[in-house]
């Protein structure tokens, strides 16, 4: 790691000055430089490439898991582990959901056909000033409140009575 952190810094700093620095012998990174590339390391770049293209095939939605679901499938043995350690150091990572929409198997476009057909039946009031007050009583077994909410609007204030079922009641 250090000796790859070398080679790719040489050409802004001195060999002798980062070997120093990092704790390494510069005969020890020359003698890196030249031996040949390790079968695991060769074996990675090669994964690293398929990863990637399953990666990209998926338009950038598949993580880790699903990447490895998709060697397996191809009849490629590989641990997941490696696979999220390839991903990790490509940068490579599923895309997220964009907000508003979830995982499904509804009609594209139905969530939000949907939410904009509730929005007419609401009926917006925000700057309609409200009061709300909570009246408490005791019983022998339980607990009873109630709370009444209104708005200065004319017409009755809705009371809720915190019991078994919520009923409302008109008061």
Request: charged share 25%.
């Amino acid at each position: 790691m250090k000796f790859e952190f070398i080679e790719a810094e040489k050409a802004h700093f001195p060999i002798d000055f980062m070997c120093q620095q990092l704790g390494v012998s510069r005969s020890g990174y020359y003698a890196w430089k030249q031996r040949p590339e390790s079968k695991r390391h060769k074996a990675d770049r090669a994964l690293t490439e398929v990863v990637t293209q399953v990666h990209r095939k998926s338009r950038g939605t598949y993580g880790s898991p699903r990447v490895h679901a998709e060697l397996r499938a191809r009849g490629q043995r590989v641990s997941r582990k490696r696979v999220a350690r390839l991903m990790r150091q490509q940068a490579l990572a599923a895309r997220a959901l964009s907000v508003g929409f979830t995982a499904g198997v509804s009609p594209v476009g139905a969530t939000q056909a949907m939410r904009l057909d509730l929005l007419p039946l609401r009926d917006f009031h925000p700057m309609v000033p409200w009061t709300a007050s909570r009246h408490h009583s005791k019983d022998s077994l339980r607990h009873l409140g109630s709370y009444e909410s209104s708005d200065t609007r004319p017409g009755p204030g809705i009371r809720w009575a915190a019991q078994s079922s919520l009923v409302p009641e008109t008061s």
